[in-house]
Every structure is written in structure tokens, then in C-alpha cells.
Nanobody
């Protein structure tokens, strides 16, 4: 049974850090991504990674602050988030079989249930 299960969300003050994890059982993890959705806004791509070449992609607003990585042996995707801002507050979703156009993660075929990140001023 294939599953994507996120963890690691929580509440943090601005400037703090969090690391999100996504346990990806049953997936090849060839193209994985993190997306987020804030209340009243559309889901947006945050970061993506292609396993073959290790290429990574980030939306401009998180470049230099977030790092996507994966551990294939553990079948786990990570998102290290630093220098967090209130604007980063959202539900964060892990995705599998994701598509990147230019430098922007556009969407994924499969999604987890999400983990909430709240950043206070």
C-alpha cells in the first residue's frame, strides 16, 4: 500500500527552524516535492527534487532558507526550513511523481495529508 505521511510541523517564532519529514512507502521517489497552502490561497510549489541527478528546485520566496533532500534507504523526503517568516505559515504537503517547469514545482500525482506549520511574529 502506497502512502505519503508527513510529520515535523508545529509552531515556531519568526527566525526559527523546522524540519519536515515525509515517509514515502511504496514510491520510487524519482520526483518528489513539497507544496503548501495557506488559508484562502491556492496550493503552491515550495521545492522539488529529482532523484536521478539530485537536481533541486525552489520557489523564489524560500531560496536560501529551505533545503529539500531525500534518503532513499529510509524512503523519506525532508524539508529543512530556516529563517522562518510568518508568511511561511501554511499546511505543507508532500507529493510524489511531481512535475517541474522552469524552476517552479507545478504539481504532483500523489499527495500526503499535510502537516501544519505556524510561524508567529
Amino acid at each position: 500500500q502506497r502512502q505519503l505521511v508527513e510529520s515535523g510541523g508545529g509552531s515556531v517564532q519568526a527566525g526559527g527552524s523546522l524540519r519536515l519529514s515525509c515517509a514515502a512507502s511504496g514510491y520510487t521517489m524519482y520526483s518528489m516535492g513539497w507544496f503548501r497552502q495557506a488559508p484562502g490561497k491556492e496550493r503552491e510549489g515550495v521545492a522539488a527534487i529529482y532523484a536521478a541527478g539530485g537536481d533541486t528546485y525552489y520557489v523564489d520566496s524560500v531560496k536560501g532558507r529551505f533545503t529539500i533532500s531525500q534518503d532513499n534507504a529510509q524512503a523519506t523526503l525532508y524539508l529543512q526550513m530556516s529563517s522562518l517568516k510568518p508568511a511561511d505559515t501554511a499546511m505543507y504537503y508532500c507529493g510524489a511523481d511531481c512535475t517541474v517547469v522552469g524552476d517552479l514545482p507545478l504539481g504532483c500525482a500523489y499527495w500526503g495529508q499535510g502537516t501544519q506549520v505556524t510561524v508567529s511574529p
